[in-house]
């Protein structure tokens, strides 16, 4: 008989386990090896590079860009997060390394107007500002006469490229003004009060003498929102896609005009609002008041933020510039005021004008300008987030009707004025931001870019629910809250999930985990922890015994020393 041959048998479901060749550790960015080879630094012609590697950058220009302060020391915590925590701060180095190279690239410096021997620039006229600066420059400043349709409001898109005006007697139009091209004219045949360009120059909202309507740049109605009717001012907040209306009824309403519905209605319960502008930043809105006061808003409250009385009679206009640190406003009592928005809301300058200001606005680099009757007088500073000189003015023009409307273009040194004469454009050196985020507001961008840049800043709107006075202040954590959530859990549970365990040694082997030392253990253990208790108790109370002396020998330098004791010294106490 033959003998059965031998077969290796393996079973089916068995697999050969292999190393993986992923690794779990965090890779940090190794530093590029350095060339030995002095001819690799050569050029194709043979002559060596006399300043090799990249260029110097200083370190302060590098410090504006930084945003994780190296003070702070990394919290204990596991050897992974401190990792990550690592790979983070030089990636962030490096992000600042590159925004101070690319700062050389922003040529462009804000403009200024100079007397010459200690002139007086106020007596400067439009006129010779005109012949001084380039072609392209002069082409900025226009006049048109609408004396038929006047009284005008006007209102400058995002991107400072296009421009819009409503008439009182229904005349609305939108043009391309550095081309001079016009994109669309109509008359809606009903009074215009106030006119806003949506989150792009494409939609243009007009508050007529009835309901609010919505059109396009080519002038066609798109919608008529009944719900906001008798509408005086609007304002638009471009980073929460919302519309705010102030009404002769005395309602506040925001308008979220992604999804064509309205997140609130407040009644500010102070009659007719006809005086509100925004704080840019923090998307807050002002309302001026008959009884001389300012309230802030913001849809999440059904009350006002803060209440500021301004003025002894009704506030006239209000104006905030773009840092959200000062507001300027202006009343019946012909006072121009100035406050600090920083939590204290007092007065910081004021001045009083021969003719009460109707009109205000803030400038991108802190320029305040002052319709007055037909004179626009414009204060300056000594910089962006300066607080204006209000002593001398920086220019003054004056107009062929009374002012109706103002307001400074973005990223051009241009204020647009709308009067009952018709529309100017005042050429005002040194007040707008030389440069700009193209892909932010960029004024070249094309169809393409701005339907691309639509799609972005609605995956980025954010929600009503945050405004607030302190957007810093999302960013904080709410301890609060976070403990009451922390007890609700411990009662709905029965026990505190993130309480420490008690200790519980580890059995050894070899007759090693005896009854005795596992119960030695584990009073080591607790005297430790009671010995830390004691030890930081102990600092504590030294800590205190320290400030308690040092405010006492605070109180005895404050008392006067006496020569001698008096008879009255009896009745201290």
């Known amino acids: ?266 009644n500010a319960r102070a009659g007719r609002l006809d005086v509100m502008t925004q704080n840019p930043y923090n998307a807050v809105i002002h309302l001026g008041h008959s009884n001389g006061t300012v309230s802030l808003w913001s849809p999440a409250v059904k009350e006002p933020l803060v209440k500021i009385l301004c003025h002894r009679g009704g506030v006239r206009a209000v104006a905030v510039d773009s840092t959200g640190t000062y507001m300027a406003t202006s009343g019946l009592d012909h006072q121009l005021k100035i406050f600090d928005l920083r939590g204290t809301y007092q007065p910081l300058r004021a001045r009083t004008l021969p003719q009460g200001a109707g009109h205000l606005a803030f400038s991108q680099r802190g320029l305040l300008a002052a319709g007055m009757g037909d004179v626009v007088n414009i204060w300056a500073g000594h910089g962006k987030a300066s607080l204006p000189s209000l ?24 204020l647009g004025l709308g009067h009952s004469g018709g529309i100017t454009s005042m050429l005002v050196p040194g007040s707008a931001e030389p440069n700009f985020d193209g892909l932010e507001s960029n004024p070249y961008r094309s169809r393409k870019q701005r339907q691309e840049w639509e799609v972005k800043a609605l995956l980025e709107k954010v929600p009503a629910e945050l405004i607030c006075l302190d957007p810093r202040a999302l960013a904080e954590v709410d301890v609060i809250s976070l403990e009451q959530k922390k007890k609700e859990r411990i009662e709905r549970l029965g026990y505190d999930p993130e309480a420490k365990t008690p200790f519980q040694p580890k059995p050894k082997q070899k007759g090693r985990s005896s009854t005795a030392s596992l119960v030695k253990r584990k009073r080591k253990v607790m005297d430790k922890e009671h010995r830390d208790k004691v030890r930081q108790s102990l600092e504590q109370q030294q800590q205190q015994q320290e400030q308690q002396q040092q405010q006492q020998h605070k109180q005895e330098k404050a008392k006067p020393m006496r020569a001698r004791p008096s008879a009255l010294d009896r009745f201290v106490r």
């Open 1 to 266: 008989m033959s003998r059965p041959r031998r077969t290796n048998f393996r079973p089916k479901n068995t697999h050969i386990l292999k190393k993986s060749r992923i690794s779990k550790k965090l890779q940090v960015p190794k530093k590029p090896r350095e060339r030995k080879n002095p001819e690799s630094q050569r050029s194709l012609s043979g002559a060596q590079d006399p300043f090799p590697g990249p260029a110097p950058v200083p370190v302060d220009v590098v410090q504006k860009f930084c945003r994780i302060d190296k003070s702070k020391k990394l919290p204990r915590c596991r050897s992974k997060t401190r990792n990550r925590l690592k790979v983070a701060e030089t990636e962030e180095e490096e992000t600042s390394v590159t925004a101070a190279r690319s700062e050389l690239l922003l040529a462009e410096e804000p403009g200024f107007l100079e007397g010459e021997d200690g002139e007086d620039t106020a007596k400067i006229l439009q006129a010779d500002i005109v012949e001084a600066v380039d072609i392209a420059s002069a082409a900025k400043h226009f006049d048109l006469n609408l004396r038929q349709f006047g009284p005008y409001r006007v209102n400058y898109s995002r991107t400072g490229r296009h421009l819009a005006f409503g008439g009182r007697r229904g005349h609305v139009a939108a043009l391309d003004w550095v081309t001079k091209k016009l994109m669309c004219e109509i008359n809606v045949m009903e009074a215009v009060r106030d006119i806003r360009f949506l989150h792009s120059e494409a939609l243009l909202a007009v508050a007529q003498n009835r309901w609010l309507y919505i059109y396009d740049n080519q002038g066609i109605e798109l919608h008529c929102i009944r719900r906001c009717d008798r509408v005086t001012r609007l304002e638009f907040l471009p980073f929460h896609f919302l519309l705010a209306t102030a009404s002769e009824t005395g309602f506040l309403t925001y308008l979220d005009v992604s999804v064509g519905k309205i997140v609130a209605a407040l």
């Open 391 to 414: 002593e001398q003015p920086y220019l003054t023009h004056r107009l062929s009707g009374p002012v109706h409307g103002l307001q400074f273009c973005p990223f051009e040194d241009v």
